[in-house]
């Protein structure tokens, strides 16, 4: 099965700096890569997905990258702010057989971005 | 349009109770997928559901869980004889169609067991 490494565990940085998380992932077939940002106590949300027939993809502060022949994607946070202070997840997801859809996810990666 | 809906949010049961977590997805969704959050810990897959059907449980403990997704109603996530190390997060997501489309999270439950 999928299994997708995730670092750092935890990343500090200071307000208006760039954040950069990497994610690993072991299975080839995975074609669907997204990324969910968790607040304390609250729902995974989703922020950004990238799909394996586009290598970079990008929404106003917050860009991903995808690196097939590597197996590995990125998320990138620009000019960041104390309220993008969360835990966030990567995931892939394997299109084969009755796992279809299924995500498997990284171990989280808590942001603090201090003022 | 509703978000995906569970209830309930906090759910307290003690040890060898049954707990009940129930699941509606957003409308027109016909696919859903329940996930377990331990304490400080990332999100497990544990059953993926369409209507009627389970298509994989794979990631669910053989024993005590059950999960339904009925024609009508919500999907229900069923734990047996609930023990301290079922305490977590679980969260249910729903999808419009399977394989490679973007799937969005219920606000969990809660269950705590004692």
């Known amino acids: 099965g999928e299994n997708v490494e995730q670092h750092p565990s935890t990343l500090s940085v200071q307000e208006g700096d760039s954040a950069v998380i990497k994610c690993t992932y072991s299975?080839?077939?995975?074609?669907?890569f997204p990324w969910y940002k968790q607040e304390l106590g609250k729902r995974p949300q989703l922020i950004i997905d990238i799909r394996s027939n586009v290598g970079e993809k990008k929404d106003q502060r917050i860009a991903v990258t995808l690196n097939k022949t590597a197996k590995h994607f990125s998320l990138h946070i620009t000019e960041t702010q104390p309220e993008d202070s969360a835990v966030y997840f990567c995931a892939a997801s394997w299109g084969g057989g009755t796992s279809y859809g299924k995500l498997t996810f990284g171990q989280g990666t808590i942001l603090t971005v201090h003022p | 349009n509703a978000g995906v809906m569970q209830n309930p949010r906090h759910l307290v049961r003690r040890r060898g109770q049954e707990a009940r977590l129930r699941c509606s997805p957003m409308?027109?969704?016909?696919?859903v997928y329940w996930y377990r959050q331990l304490p400080e810990e990332g999100l497990k897959f544990m059953v993926y559901?369409?209507?009627?059907?389970?298509?994989?449980e794979s990631g669910m403990p053989k024993e005590r869980f059950s999960a339904e997704f009925p024609k009508e109603g919500p999907s229900i996530l069923r734990i047996q004889q609930v023990v301290r190390g079922d305490s977590a997060a679980y969260f249910c997501?729903?999808?419009?169609?399977?394989?490679?489309?973007?799937?969005?999270f219920g606000p969990g439950t809660r269950l705590t067991v004692t």
């Open positions: 299975d080839s077939a995975s074609n669907y």
């Open positions: 559901l369409q209507k009627e059907n389970i298509i994989d």
């Open positions: 997501a729903s999808s419009p169609r399977s394989g490679r489309n973007e799937q969005y």
């Open positions: 409308k027109g969704h016909s696919h």
